[in-house]
């Protein structure tokens, strides 16, 4: 069964609408997860989503360390992020012969988060050696 996934802590597809612009986010229908353990959960009971839209910061501590996200940042968090849910779907996809999604989108309003989002994948892409990612940054700087 295909499906959409959108990752955030408390935005909804439209308000990624209302300030992106983007269609996508009105036209489909979208199961939204809050958090790294449903994310996990949805996709290991519903299987690989044709689109995800990644939000970064998934919970309140997100917010304080956003000038600093480096290696260390992603070490120090007890909540999970929307990177760790990207690292855990790339290694989900590689450990059980799947392919990623068709379609990549990364909402969030933190651009250092979404540029590490962008960064795995692109990596993984690169590793691969697939041409064309299909991943989508979306400025986080338009209102």
Same mark, same amino acid.
């Given at each position: 069964?295909?499906?959409?996934?959108?990752?955030?802590?408390?935005?909804?597809?439209?308000?990624?609408?209302?300030?992106?612009?983007? $269609?996508?986010?009105?036209?489909?229908?979208?199961?939204?997860?809050?958090?790294?353990?449903?994310?996990?959960?949805?996709?290991?009971?519903?299987?690989? $989503?044709?689109?995800?839209?990644?939000?970064?910061?998934?919970?309140?501590?997100?917010?304080?360390?956003?000038?600093?996200?480096? /290696?260390?940042?992603?070490?120090?968090?007890?909540?999970?992020? /929307?990177?760790? !849910?990207?690292?855990?779907?790339?290694?989900? !996809?590689?450990?059980?012969?799947?392919?990623? $999604?068709?379609?990549?989108?990364?909402?969030?309003?933190?651009?250092?988060?979404?540029?590490?989002?962008?960064?795995?994948?692109?990596?993984?892409?690169?590793?691969?050696?697939?041409?064309?990612?299909?991943?989508?940054?979306? $400025?986080?700087?338009?209102?």
């Amino acid at each position: 069964m295909s499906y959409n996934l959108f990752l955030d802590d408390f935005r909804m597809p439209k308000d990624a609408f209302d300030y992106m612009h983007l $269609p996508v986010y009105i036209q489909k229908e979208w199961i939204v997860v809050r958090n790294y353990h449903a994310f996990i959960s949805l996709i290991e009971g519903k299987g690989i $989503p044709e689109i995800i839209s990644f939000d970064h910061d998934l919970a309140d501590e997100h917010y304080d360390y956003q000038e600093h996200l480096d /290696g260390d940042y992603y070490d120090i968090m007890t909540e999970k992020t /929307g990177y760790h !849910c990207a690292k855990w779907l790339i290694d989900y !996809c590689i450990d059980n012969n799947k392919e990623l $999604p068709a379609t990549i989108l990364i909402h969030s309003m933190n651009p250092a988060g979404s540029m590490n989002i962008k960064s795995l994948f692109q990596t993984y892409f690169k590793v691969m050696n697939i041409t064309s990612s299909g991943v989508y940054v979306l $400025p986080s700087s338009r209102r």
